[in-house]
Protein backbone atom coordinates (compact mmCIF):
# COMPACT_ATOMS: atom_id res chain seq x y z
CA UNK A 1 0.00 0.00 0.00
CA UNK A 2 3.06 2.64 1.09
CA UNK A 3 4.58 1.37 -2.55
CA UNK A 4 1.48 2.94 -3.92
CA UNK A 5 1.32 5.76 -2.48
CA UNK A 6 5.02 6.57 -3.35
CA UNK A 7 4.33 5.62 -7.07
CA UNK A 8 0.99 8.33 -7.07
CA UNK A 9 3.21 10.81 -5.35
CA UNK A 10 6.03 10.33 -7.83
CA UNK A 11 3.86 10.34 -10.87
CA UNK A 12 1.57 13.99 -9.68
CA UNK A 13 5.37 15.44 -9.34
CA UNK A 14 6.33 13.86 -12.71
CA UNK A 15 2.95 15.13 -13.83
CA UNK A 16 3.33 18.93 -12.48
CA UNK A 17 6.99 18.88 -13.72
CA UNK A 18 5.93 18.08 -16.91
CA UNK A 19 2.85 20.40 -17.49
CA UNK A 20 4.90 23.23 -16.17
CA UNK A 21 7.89 22.55 -18.48
CA UNK A 22 5.79 22.58 -21.27
CA UNK A 23 5.43 25.84 -23.51
CA UNK A 24 7.88 27.68 -21.29
CA UNK A 25 8.97 30.69 -23.31
CA UNK A 26 12.79 30.94 -24.52
CA UNK A 27 14.89 33.95 -23.21
CA UNK A 28 16.38 35.58 -26.13
CA UNK A 29 19.91 37.02 -25.88
CA UNK A 30 19.59 41.01 -27.01
CA UNK A 31 22.61 42.09 -28.32
CA UNK A 32 24.28 45.39 -27.67
CA UNK A 33 24.58 46.78 -31.71
CA UNK A 34 26.30 50.08 -30.11
CA UNK A 35 29.84 50.66 -29.82
CA UNK A 36 31.72 53.92 -29.60
CA UNK A 37 33.97 54.65 -32.67
CA UNK A 38 37.69 53.85 -33.50
CA UNK A 39 38.71 57.32 -32.70
CA UNK A 40 37.59 60.56 -31.70
CA UNK A 41 36.88 63.22 -34.23
CA UNK A 42 39.89 65.64 -35.17
CA UNK A 43 42.17 63.38 -32.46
CA UNK A 44 45.31 62.11 -31.98
CA UNK A 45 44.71 58.44 -31.87
CA UNK A 46 46.54 58.56 -27.70
CA UNK A 47 45.24 56.62 -24.69
CA UNK A 48 46.23 59.34 -22.36
CA UNK A 49 43.10 60.30 -21.33
CA UNK A 50 42.61 63.38 -18.56
CA UNK A 51 39.41 61.40 -17.17
CA UNK A 52 41.86 59.44 -15.33
CA UNK A 53 43.08 62.72 -13.55
CA UNK A 54 41.72 63.22 -9.91
CA UNK A 55 39.58 66.56 -9.77
CA UNK A 56 42.06 67.64 -6.53
CA UNK A 57 44.34 67.94 -9.49
CA UNK A 58 42.27 68.85 -12.36
CA UNK A 59 41.41 72.03 -11.17
CA UNK A 60 44.32 74.52 -9.87
CA UNK A 61 42.44 77.25 -8.64
CA UNK A 62 42.35 76.38 -4.59
CA UNK A 63 38.95 78.75 -4.09
CA UNK A 64 37.29 76.02 -6.59
CA UNK A 65 38.74 73.79 -4.85
CA UNK A 66 37.39 74.64 -1.49
CA UNK A 67 33.93 75.05 -3.04
CA UNK A 68 33.92 71.64 -4.54
CA UNK A 69 35.39 69.69 -1.39
CA UNK A 70 32.05 71.51 0.59
CA UNK A 71 30.16 70.67 -2.09
CA UNK A 72 30.84 66.77 -2.03
CA UNK A 73 29.86 67.15 2.01
CA UNK A 74 26.74 69.01 1.57
CA UNK A 75 24.84 68.94 -1.70
CA UNK A 76 21.51 67.80 -0.87
CA UNK A 77 20.78 65.59 -4.61
CA UNK A 78 24.27 64.05 -3.51
CA UNK A 79 23.49 63.23 0.11
CA UNK A 80 19.65 62.01 -1.52
CA UNK A 81 21.35 59.34 -3.81
CA UNK A 82 23.71 58.37 -1.09
CA UNK A 83 20.58 56.89 0.80
CA UNK A 84 19.42 55.44 -2.70
CA UNK A 85 22.61 53.20 -2.34
CA UNK A 86 21.75 52.36 1.50
CA UNK A 87 17.98 51.50 -0.16
CA UNK A 88 19.52 49.18 -2.89
CA UNK A 89 22.25 47.60 -0.02
CA UNK A 90 18.72 46.76 2.11
CA UNK A 91 16.81 44.85 -0.88
CA UNK A 92 20.55 43.10 -1.26
CA UNK A 93 19.73 41.91 2.48
CA UNK A 94 16.04 40.71 1.59
CA UNK A 95 17.43 39.15 -1.25
CA UNK A 96 19.69 36.97 0.67
CA UNK A 97 17.33 35.91 3.57
CA UNK A 98 14.50 34.47 1.02
CA UNK A 99 17.33 31.71 0.17
CA UNK A 100 17.72 31.17 3.89
CA UNK A 101 14.50 29.59 5.96
CA UNK A 102 12.70 31.61 8.06
CA UNK A 103 12.18 30.30 11.19
CA UNK A 104 9.54 31.31 13.56
CA UNK A 105 8.71 31.68 16.99
CA UNK A 106 5.10 31.17 18.36
CA UNK A 107 3.44 31.35 21.95
CA UNK A 108 -0.45 30.87 21.52
CA UNK A 109 -3.13 30.10 23.95
CA UNK A 110 -6.92 29.91 23.67
CA UNK A 111 -9.96 28.23 24.31
CA UNK A 112 -12.61 26.01 22.55
CA UNK A 113 -15.73 24.04 22.57
CA UNK A 114 -16.86 21.72 19.91
CA UNK A 115 -20.24 20.56 19.55
CA UNK A 116 -20.94 16.82 21.22
CA UNK A 117 -23.11 16.10 18.23
CA UNK A 118 -20.02 16.57 15.85
CA UNK A 119 -17.16 13.97 15.16
CA UNK A 120 -15.02 15.19 17.02
CA UNK A 121 -17.13 15.70 19.94
CA UNK A 122 -18.36 12.21 19.90
CA UNK A 123 -14.91 11.02 20.10
CA UNK A 124 -13.90 13.12 23.02
CA UNK A 125 -16.66 12.19 24.97
CA UNK A 126 -15.75 8.53 24.61
CA UNK A 127 -12.11 9.25 25.22
CA UNK A 128 -10.21 9.41 28.76
CA UNK A 129 -7.28 11.30 29.24
CA UNK A 130 -6.19 9.01 32.08
CA UNK A 131 -8.46 6.39 33.76
CA UNK A 132 -11.74 7.76 34.92
CA UNK A 133 -10.85 11.00 33.39
CA UNK A 134 -12.75 12.33 30.40
CA UNK A 135 -12.06 15.03 27.85
CA UNK A 136 -13.65 18.30 29.34
CA UNK A 137 -16.44 19.97 27.48
CA UNK A 138 -14.61 23.57 27.19
CA UNK A 139 -10.71 22.77 25.71
CA UNK A 140 -7.89 24.86 26.27
CA UNK A 141 -5.22 25.30 23.71
CA UNK A 142 -2.03 26.08 24.93
CA UNK A 143 1.12 26.11 22.71
CA UNK A 144 4.87 26.96 22.70
CA UNK A 145 6.98 25.49 19.48
CA UNK A 146 9.46 26.87 16.53
CA UNK A 147 8.27 26.49 12.62
CA UNK A 148 10.40 26.73 9.94
CA UNK A 149 9.74 27.19 6.19
CA UNK A 150 12.63 27.15 3.23
CA UNK A 151 12.15 27.29 -0.25
CA UNK A 152 14.66 25.02 -2.35
CA UNK A 153 15.67 27.27 -4.99
CA UNK A 154 15.90 24.61 -7.69
CA UNK A 155 15.73 26.87 -10.69
CA UNK A 156 17.72 29.37 -9.27
CA UNK A 157 14.67 32.00 -9.26
CA UNK A 158 16.39 33.31 -5.82
CA UNK A 159 19.92 33.18 -6.85
CA UNK A 160 19.08 35.50 -9.73
CA UNK A 161 16.36 37.76 -7.96
CA UNK A 162 19.32 38.62 -5.15
CA UNK A 163 22.31 39.01 -8.00
CA UNK A 164 19.79 41.62 -9.64
CA UNK A 165 19.67 43.18 -6.40
CA UNK A 166 23.74 43.54 -6.19
CA UNK A 167 23.50 44.83 -10.01
CA UNK A 168 21.08 48.01 -9.34
CA UNK A 169 23.40 48.03 -6.06
CA UNK A 170 26.17 48.68 -7.88
CA UNK A 171 24.22 50.70 -10.60
CA UNK A 172 23.23 52.81 -7.63
CA UNK A 173 26.41 53.25 -7.06
CA UNK A 174 27.82 54.32 -10.50
CA UNK A 175 24.52 56.59 -10.34
CA UNK A 176 26.06 58.23 -7.35
CA UNK A 177 29.16 58.63 -9.61
CA UNK A 178 27.92 60.68 -12.03
CA UNK A 179 25.92 62.80 -9.83
CA UNK A 180 29.08 63.91 -8.27
CA UNK A 181 30.79 64.29 -11.78
CA UNK A 182 27.84 66.92 -12.89
CA UNK A 183 28.18 68.33 -9.54
CA UNK A 184 31.51 69.13 -10.01
CA UNK A 185 31.09 70.57 -13.25
CA UNK A 186 28.32 72.32 -12.44
CA UNK A 187 30.32 74.38 -9.71
CA UNK A 188 33.29 74.67 -11.80
CA UNK A 189 30.67 76.12 -15.03
CA UNK A 190 28.94 78.95 -12.27
CA UNK A 191 32.67 79.77 -10.78
CA UNK A 192 34.24 80.24 -14.21
CA UNK A 193 30.97 82.25 -15.17
CA UNK A 194 31.03 84.38 -11.88
CA UNK A 195 35.35 85.57 -12.40
CA UNK A 196 33.79 86.71 -16.01
CA UNK A 197 31.40 88.66 -14.55
CA UNK A 198 34.04 90.03 -11.97
CA UNK A 199 36.21 91.13 -14.86
CA UNK A 200 33.03 92.25 -16.97
CA UNK A 201 32.11 94.41 -14.15
CA UNK A 202 35.69 95.84 -13.53
CA UNK A 203 35.34 96.67 -17.68
CA UNK A 204 31.93 98.62 -17.37
CA UNK A 205 33.52 100.57 -14.43
CA UNK A 206 36.64 101.11 -16.22
CA UNK A 207 34.21 102.52 -19.09
CA UNK A 208 32.08 104.63 -17.33
CA UNK A 209 34.71 106.48 -15.90
CA UNK A 210 36.34 107.17 -19.59
CA UNK A 211 32.76 108.08 -20.55
CA UNK A 212 32.62 110.59 -18.01
CA UNK A 213 35.54 112.10 -18.62
CA UNK A 214 34.30 112.38 -22.09
CA UNK A 215 31.18 114.10 -20.94
CA UNK A 216 33.12 116.50 -19.14
CA UNK A 217 35.42 117.26 -22.49
CA UNK A 218 32.18 118.03 -24.34
CA UNK A 219 30.95 120.24 -21.57
CA UNK A 220 34.19 122.63 -22.02
CA UNK A 221 33.67 122.44 -25.57
CA UNK A 222 29.78 123.26 -25.45
CA UNK A 223 30.96 125.90 -23.42
CA UNK A 224 33.42 127.30 -25.92
CA UNK A 225 30.62 126.92 -28.98
CA UNK A 226 32.80 124.19 -30.25
CA UNK A 227 30.35 121.13 -29.35
CA UNK A 228 25.78 121.78 -29.30
CA UNK A 229 23.80 120.50 -26.52
CA UNK A 230 23.16 117.04 -28.61
CA UNK A 231 26.72 115.65 -28.13
CA UNK A 232 26.32 116.68 -24.66
CA UNK A 233 22.97 114.65 -24.32
CA UNK A 234 24.40 111.90 -26.38
CA UNK A 235 27.47 111.59 -23.98
CA UNK A 236 25.24 111.36 -20.98
CA UNK A 237 23.10 108.68 -22.33
CA UNK A 238 26.26 106.42 -23.04
CA UNK A 239 27.28 107.06 -19.19
CA UNK A 240 23.65 106.55 -18.41
CA UNK A 241 23.35 103.47 -20.38
CA UNK A 242 27.31 101.94 -19.09
CA UNK A 243 25.63 102.27 -15.46
CA UNK A 244 22.61 100.56 -16.48
CA UNK A 245 24.70 97.80 -17.26
CA UNK A 246 26.71 97.80 -14.28
CA UNK A 247 23.77 97.46 -12.24
CA UNK A 248 22.47 94.60 -14.62
CA UNK A 249 26.02 93.00 -13.58
CA UNK A 250 25.74 92.80 -10.37
CA UNK A 251 22.44 91.25 -10.43
CA UNK A 252 23.93 88.16 -12.21
CA UNK A 253 27.17 88.16 -9.81
CA UNK A 254 24.55 87.80 -7.20
CA UNK A 255 22.46 85.05 -8.96
CA UNK A 256 25.82 83.28 -9.88
CA UNK A 257 26.99 83.26 -6.34
CA UNK A 258 23.25 81.92 -5.13
CA UNK A 259 23.48 79.26 -7.53
CA UNK A 260 27.06 78.02 -6.59
CA UNK A 261 25.70 78.24 -2.35
CA UNK A 262 22.67 76.40 -3.00
CA UNK A 263 24.81 73.60 -4.94
CA UNK A 264 27.08 73.50 -1.80
CA UNK A 265 24.11 73.20 0.30
CA UNK A 266 24.13 76.82 2.44
CA UNK A 267 22.46 79.92 2.59
CA UNK A 268 23.37 83.05 0.31
CA UNK A 269 26.45 84.34 1.00
CA UNK A 270 29.78 85.68 -0.48
CA UNK A 271 31.50 82.81 -2.49
CA UNK A 272 35.57 83.77 -2.45
CA UNK A 273 36.88 83.86 -5.45
CA UNK A 274 40.23 85.46 -7.12
CA UNK A 275 39.43 87.27 -9.90
CA UNK A 276 42.83 88.74 -11.01
CA UNK A 277 44.45 87.27 -14.17
CA UNK A 278 41.31 86.31 -16.12
CA UNK A 279 42.60 86.68 -19.22
CA UNK A 280 46.37 86.19 -18.93
CA UNK A 281 45.59 82.43 -17.36
CA UNK A 282 45.23 79.21 -20.12
CA UNK A 283 42.75 76.48 -20.39
CA UNK A 284 43.83 73.25 -19.14
CA UNK A 285 44.95 70.86 -22.42
CA UNK A 286 42.94 67.91 -22.12
CA UNK A 287 43.92 63.97 -23.42
CA UNK A 288 40.66 62.53 -25.04
CA UNK A 289 42.63 59.02 -25.12
CA UNK A 290 40.24 56.59 -27.45
CA UNK A 291 36.49 56.31 -27.41
CA UNK A 292 36.26 52.70 -26.11
CA UNK A 293 37.39 54.11 -22.45
CA UNK A 294 34.69 56.20 -22.58
CA UNK A 295 32.83 52.87 -21.25
CA UNK A 296 34.90 52.37 -18.06
CA UNK A 297 35.16 55.58 -17.61
CA UNK A 298 32.00 57.15 -17.84
CA UNK A 299 29.66 56.57 -14.57
CA UNK A 300 26.42 56.66 -16.70
CA UNK A 301 27.78 53.89 -19.13
CA UNK A 302 28.56 52.05 -16.67
CA UNK A 303 25.06 52.32 -14.45
CA UNK A 304 23.37 51.88 -17.42
CA UNK A 305 25.33 47.94 -18.11
CA UNK A 306 24.54 47.18 -15.04
CA UNK A 307 20.95 48.07 -15.31
CA UNK A 308 20.73 45.94 -18.31
CA UNK A 309 22.37 43.26 -16.80
CA UNK A 310 19.91 43.39 -13.67
CA UNK A 311 17.22 43.72 -16.20
CA UNK A 312 18.23 40.47 -17.66
CA UNK A 313 18.31 38.63 -14.66
CA UNK A 314 14.78 39.86 -14.04
CA UNK A 315 13.93 37.55 -17.21
CA UNK A 316 15.38 34.42 -15.90
CA UNK A 317 13.39 35.16 -12.71
CA UNK A 318 10.26 35.76 -14.59
CA UNK A 319 10.75 32.41 -16.63
CA UNK A 320 11.64 30.36 -13.21
CA UNK A 321 7.77 31.13 -12.27
CA UNK A 322 6.69 28.18 -15.22
CA UNK A 323 8.27 25.74 -12.98
CA UNK A 324 7.29 24.18 -9.87
CA UNK A 325 8.66 25.77 -6.55
CA UNK A 326 9.37 22.99 -3.76
CA UNK A 327 8.24 24.29 -0.37
CA UNK A 328 9.61 22.77 3.01
CA UNK A 329 8.21 23.33 6.17
CA UNK A 330 8.53 22.14 9.41
CA UNK A 331 7.72 22.89 13.25
CA UNK A 332 8.76 21.90 16.62
CA UNK A 333 6.85 22.46 19.92
CA UNK A 334 4.79 21.67 23.04
CA UNK A 335 1.02 21.64 23.00
CA UNK A 336 -1.75 21.00 25.45
CA UNK A 337 -5.16 21.83 26.60
CA UNK A 338 -3.42 22.88 30.02
CA UNK A 339 -0.54 24.60 30.91
CA UNK A 340 0.50 22.45 33.17
CA UNK A 341 0.62 19.73 30.88
CA UNK A 342 3.24 21.62 28.42
CA UNK A 343 6.21 20.21 30.96
CA UNK A 344 4.98 16.64 30.42
CA UNK A 345 6.93 14.86 27.74
CA UNK A 346 6.90 12.92 25.38
CA UNK A 347 3.44 14.04 25.34
CA UNK A 348 2.99 17.23 24.84
CA UNK A 349 5.47 17.04 22.16
CA UNK A 350 4.81 17.99 18.44
CA UNK A 351 6.69 18.26 15.46
CA UNK A 352 6.13 18.10 11.57
CA UNK A 353 7.68 17.91 8.53
CA UNK A 354 6.45 18.24 5.08
CA UNK A 355 7.16 19.13 1.21
CA UNK A 356 5.22 20.67 -1.10
CA UNK A 357 5.57 21.16 -4.69
CA UNK A 358 3.38 23.31 -6.44
CA UNK A 359 3.40 24.33 -10.18
CA UNK A 360 0.75 26.51 -12.40
CA UNK A 361 -1.36 24.12 -14.90
CA UNK A 362 -3.94 25.96 -15.84
CA UNK A 363 -4.75 30.10 -16.39
CA UNK A 364 -0.70 30.97 -16.86
CA UNK A 365 -1.59 34.69 -18.29
CA UNK A 366 -0.55 36.19 -15.66
CA UNK A 367 2.93 34.71 -15.51
CA UNK A 368 3.15 35.46 -18.75
CA UNK A 369 2.66 38.53 -18.82
CA UNK A 370 5.02 39.13 -15.63
CA UNK A 371 7.59 37.23 -18.48
CA UNK A 372 7.01 40.06 -21.20
CA UNK A 373 7.06 42.78 -19.12
CA UNK A 374 10.89 41.81 -18.05
CA UNK A 375 11.44 40.51 -21.38
CA UNK A 376 10.44 44.14 -22.66
CA UNK A 377 12.22 45.85 -19.41
CA UNK A 378 15.36 43.83 -20.59
CA UNK A 379 15.21 45.60 -24.51
CA UNK A 380 14.49 49.04 -22.45
CA UNK A 381 17.31 48.84 -20.15
CA UNK A 382 19.54 47.60 -23.94
CA UNK A 383 18.47 50.70 -25.47
CA UNK A 384 19.20 52.60 -23.03
CA UNK A 385 22.29 51.57 -22.68
CA UNK A 386 23.16 52.42 -26.55
CA UNK A 387 22.04 55.44 -26.27
CA UNK A 388 24.30 56.66 -23.00
CA UNK A 389 27.14 55.35 -25.56
CA UNK A 390 26.02 57.33 -28.46
CA UNK A 391 25.16 60.57 -25.83
CA UNK A 392 29.11 59.87 -24.07
CA UNK A 393 30.43 59.95 -27.65
CA UNK A 394 28.43 62.99 -28.75
CA UNK A 395 29.12 65.27 -26.05
CA UNK A 396 32.84 64.70 -26.25
CA UNK A 397 32.77 65.31 -29.76
CA UNK A 398 30.90 68.73 -29.13
CA UNK A 399 33.55 69.91 -26.83
CA UNK A 400 36.25 68.80 -28.97
CA UNK A 401 35.10 71.01 -31.65
CA UNK A 402 34.12 73.74 -29.22
CA UNK A 403 37.45 73.89 -27.39
CA UNK A 404 39.05 74.31 -31.00
CA UNK A 405 36.00 76.96 -32.26
CA UNK A 406 36.67 79.11 -29.27
CA UNK A 407 40.56 78.99 -29.20
CA UNK A 408 40.03 80.58 -32.75
CA UNK A 409 37.20 82.71 -31.94
CA UNK A 410 39.30 84.46 -28.43
CA UNK A 411 42.43 85.15 -31.31
CA UNK A 412 40.08 87.06 -33.66
CA UNK A 413 38.80 88.63 -30.67
CA UNK A 414 41.69 89.90 -28.90
CA UNK A 415 43.00 91.25 -32.14
CA UNK A 416 39.61 93.02 -32.35
CA UNK A 417 39.94 94.33 -28.90
CA UNK A 418 43.54 95.55 -29.72
CA UNK A 419 42.31 97.05 -32.76
CA UNK A 420 39.03 99.01 -31.19
CA UNK A 421 41.39 100.35 -28.24
CA UNK A 422 43.70 101.90 -30.68
CA UNK A 423 40.87 103.52 -32.74
CA UNK A 424 39.42 105.10 -29.67
CA UNK A 425 42.54 106.99 -29.19
CA UNK A 426 42.31 107.92 -33.22
CA UNK A 427 38.58 108.97 -32.96
CA UNK A 428 39.39 111.24 -29.68
CA UNK A 429 42.38 113.15 -31.73
CA UNK A 430 40.01 113.38 -35.09
CA UNK A 431 37.30 114.70 -32.93
CA UNK A 432 39.31 117.63 -31.00
CA UNK A 433 40.88 118.20 -34.64
CA UNK A 434 37.12 119.14 -35.66
CA UNK A 435 37.68 116.14 -38.26
CA UNK A 436 35.54 113.64 -36.35
CA UNK A 437 31.87 114.20 -34.57
CA UNK A 438 30.86 113.07 -31.69
CA UNK A 439 29.03 110.05 -32.80
CA UNK A 440 32.38 108.68 -34.36
CA UNK A 441 33.74 109.07 -30.89
CA UNK A 442 30.41 107.50 -28.81
CA UNK A 443 30.34 104.21 -31.44
CA UNK A 444 33.97 103.55 -30.95
CA UNK A 445 33.90 103.47 -27.49
CA UNK A 446 30.73 101.42 -27.21
CA UNK A 447 32.04 99.07 -30.07
CA UNK A 448 35.27 98.77 -27.81
CA UNK A 449 33.16 98.25 -24.94
CA UNK A 450 31.23 95.38 -26.53
CA UNK A 451 34.62 93.89 -27.47
CA UNK A 452 36.08 93.64 -24.38
CA UNK A 453 33.20 92.33 -22.73
CA UNK A 454 32.79 89.80 -25.32
CA UNK A 455 36.29 88.63 -25.05
CA UNK A 456 36.17 88.08 -21.41
CA UNK A 457 32.79 86.00 -21.87
CA UNK A 458 34.73 83.86 -24.53
CA UNK A 459 37.72 83.26 -22.20
CA UNK A 460 34.68 82.15 -19.44
CA UNK A 461 33.67 79.67 -21.85
CA UNK A 462 36.97 78.23 -22.89
CA UNK A 463 36.97 77.40 -18.98
CA UNK A 464 33.93 75.56 -19.44
CA UNK A 465 34.55 73.91 -22.51
CA UNK A 466 37.99 72.10 -20.49
CA UNK A 467 35.37 71.65 -17.58
CA UNK A 468 32.67 70.01 -19.80
CA UNK A 469 35.13 67.41 -21.68
CA UNK A 470 36.36 66.53 -18.42
CA UNK A 471 33.09 65.40 -17.38
CA UNK A 472 32.04 64.01 -20.88
CA UNK A 473 35.55 61.98 -20.72
CA UNK A 474 34.05 60.56 -17.15
CA UNK A 475 36.42 62.34 -15.09
CA UNK A 476 35.74 64.23 -11.77
CA UNK A 477 34.18 61.07 -9.61
CA UNK A 478 37.61 59.49 -8.25
Given amino acids: MNSIKIY ?18 AIV ?5 TEPPAVFEAATVDTLNSAAIKWQD ?18 RELLSTLQEIEIARNDIRVKKGELLPSVMAKVGSGVEKVGRYTSQGAGDASTDIAPG ?14 YATWEADIWKKLRNGKQAAVDRYLATIEGKNFVTTNLIAEIADAYYELLGLDNQLAIVKESIQLQKNGLEIVKVQKEAARATELAVKKFEAEVLNSR ?3 YEILQQIKEGENKINFLLGRNPQPVERSSGGFLTALPRQVSTGIPSQLL ?19 VKVARAAFYPTLDISASLGLQAFKPSYLAKLPESVLFSLAGELAAPLINKNAIKAEFASADARQQQALFEYE ?3 LNAVREVSNELSNISNLEQKYQLKNNEVNALARSIAVSNDLYRAARADYLEVLMTQRDALESRLELVETRAQQFSAVTHIYRALGGGWK
Fill in 133 to 146: KEVPDILGDHELGL
Fill in 8 to 25: LIGAVALTLVGSAGCKVP
Fill in 58 to 75: FFADPYLLKLVDTALHNN
Fill in 387 to 389: KTI
Fill in 244 to 246: SRE
Fill in 296 to 314: ANRPDIRQAELALAAAKLD
Fill in 29 to 33: NHEVK
